[in-house]
Structures are given as C-alpha cells and as structure tokens.
C-alpha cells in the first residue's frame, strides 16, 4: 500500500499548497512516485499545477472521457449512494516530473462534509452511512495502486471539519506547516486540544464492527507526526530570520515542545524520538524552515514549475538580479531536498 502524508494546519496561510507541490517533486525527484492530493475545496493545488485561472477550466478537465476525473466525483458511490463501486481517479500527469500526479480537487467535496460528520458520529447505526468513514482511503489507495505510486501527499483545508479529521486519522504520516506569527503559535496550542480528541475518535472507529465489515473499511491507522515547516518569514544580513520573526519562530518551538509533543505522545501519535535525532530534526525544531519565495512563488505558478527548477528564461531576468534568484532558487532547492531526504529516512526507520 502507498503511504499517506498529511499537511495540515487549520490556520490559513502556511504555504500548505506550496509545500505539497514542490515536497512533491522533490520526493519524486528521489525516485518515489508520487500522487498529490487536493483536498481543498478551493483547489488551490489543481489550479497551480495545472495553470487554471477560472472555473471554465475546472469544468473542461471534470468533464474529460476516460474515466472519473477529481475527488467529488470518485467519493460519489458512496456519498451518494450509488449502486456502482469506487473506481480509481484518473490522475493529471506532471510535465517535466514523470513521477509526479495529481488527484485534482473539486469544489463540491465541500458538499460532503455533514454528511460524513454525520457517518463519524452514527455510523455505527445506520447501516447507509457505514462505507462512508473509509470512502475517502480506500480512493486514495486504489489509485495509487493504478499509478504504482510510493507516497500520497494531502493537501488539506484550513479547517477543523469532519473531512480533514478523516484525512488526518487513516493517514499513515503528518506534517505541519507554519507560519512565524501570533496565529501559528494559537494555532499550536489548539492542535494540541484537537488531535487527542480525533485520535480518540479514530480509535473507537477501528473498533466498531460496521466499520470493519463495510465495502470501504475504515483503516487502521495512526498517524504519526514527522514535524513542522516554517516559511515566510523575512532574512536578515546573515541569512538568519529577522529578530520579529525570530521571536515567533522561539515561540512556536515552545508551543510545541510544551503543548503540542507531550498531547501527541499521549495519543501514540510520536515516533520513538531516537528516529527523530537520527534522521530529521530534534523533537520540537522544524524539519526545514525557508525564508520568503518573493517573486519565485508567481513564476513557480505562471510556469507551473516548483521554485527551484525554474529556467533562467522562465526568471525572465538578466546580470545581477539574475544571479541573487538563481542563488536563491539553489538554497531553496537544498532545503528541499534535506526535508524530502529527511522525511524519507524517517518513514523507512518508523518501519511501517
């Protein structure tokens, strides 16, 4: 089976898009396949890989023959009751990264969000709700078979709902992106509250026999955290953040070493923290942390390229100016590559 990584933070703007494409292509560029996921109702990730600007777009590529196309439409047997099975979504290639594919994103999975709150809460009742908790899993992983794929990346909404704490809790793995600011050091403290609670959700799941025996089985999983990705923060002389966003940054270390790790441990959500010293950062230290794209993050976008392997015909730049981006792109690309390396690493050692 494919492994499932989870990027969540419930706080917006923590470059959770970003990361999920370029962690993508570099984990591709290890040599895994790779499948990326849009979760997002707003479909931020398809619309950047793909270069899509409106919703005609959106429409041409659901409306594709060949099979079904975005995930609304691969959860809607069991959704929507269907007397049909789910069947793999045919995925986006990636130009240029053959070991990269997109499962496109809809707008619509918003629409599913009460029902499957309801199937977490009563599906041990209704029998009509019973396939739903492990709808979503099962998608992903008969997919990824289809694709040979090694790895499925989430790119997951900035929201509590019933369809992240799915996503989260039949994931194998997770990582948090985060921003240096007030709002990712709350956004830690209410993690800590949140998590235990959905682990204790997910735990009673696997046991609930309607769960087991459905046509989706609900996984049983335990997501284990692989750490944090601090960005966009601002450099000073030095390459070291500034001093205001270096407060945040100590911050947001403390919440987590005080808060968020010790309700993590208590869920069974760590890995034996020799794994962590060994092979990616000290519990608490982000795995990378990467300043500000600037303007790499438009071009990235225009080209539908990730920030580190843009052509310098594609920087649309000349002489100095040139010379500081491609310096830029090259650091951003080795952080890349250590968090790709390190994740790598991690999930060999954590045997599962």
């Known amino acids: 089976m494919a492994l499932q990584i989870a990027l969540f933070n419930h706080k917006g703007g923590v470059s959770k898009t970003t990361t999920t494409f370029n962690l993508g292509w570099m984990l591709a560029n290890h040599g895994k396949k790779v499948i990326i996921v849009d979760c997002d109702p707003q479909c931020n990730l398809t619309g950047m890989i793909l270069g899509f600007k409106g919703a005609k777009e959106f429409e041409a590529i659901y409306k594709k023959k060949g099979g079904v196309r975005n995930i609304r439409d691969g959860l809607a047997p069991a959704f929507e009751s269907r007397p049909v099975p789910i069947t793999p979504v045919e995925c986006e ?75 989260l809790m039949t994931s194998d793995f997770f990582i948090v992106p985060m921003a240096p600011d007030y709002f990712s050091v709350m956004a830690t403290d209410s993690l800590a509250s949140v998590l235990p609670r959905w682990a204790t959700w997910a735990e009673t799941a696997k046991k609930i026999q309607a ?128 968090g790709a390396s390190r994740i790598l690493k991690i999930i060999n050692a954590s045997g599962i």
């Open 93 to 167: 290639t990636i130009e240029k990264q053959p070991n990269l594919f997109l499962l496109p994103g809809h707008i619509g999975l918003a629409e599913y969000e009460v029902t499957l709150g309801i199937a977490q809460e009563l599906s041990g009742s209704l029998v009509t709700l019973q396939n739903l908790p492990g709808a979503m899993h099962h998608l992903f992983q008969i997919t990824a078979k289809q694709y040979k794929a090694d790895l499925i990346l989430i790119d997951m909404s900035p929201s509590l709902g019933s369809v992240n704490q799915n996503l």
């Open 211 to 338: 769960l087991q025996t459905a046509t989706y089985p609900f996984p049983d999983k335990t997501p284990k955290f692989i750490g944090t990705i601090i960005q966009r923060f601002r450099l000073r002389e030095g390459q070291k953040a500034s001093a205001a966003f270096q407060k945040w940054i100590d911050d947001i270390e403390k919440s987590i070493k005080e808060r968020l790790l010790p309700a993590l441990k208590g869920s069974n959500m760590l890995l034996p923290e020799r794994i962590y010293e060994k092979y990616g950062a000290p519990l608490g230290k982000p795995l990378i942390q990467m300043s500000d794209f600037n303007s790499l993050i438009a071009l990235s976008q225009k080209h539908k390229m990730p920030i580190f392997d843009l052509s310098d015909e594609q920087l649309e730049q000349t002489g100095i100016v040139l010379r500081a981006t491609k310096k830029s792109m090259l650091q951003f690309k080795e952080l890349y590559d250590k």
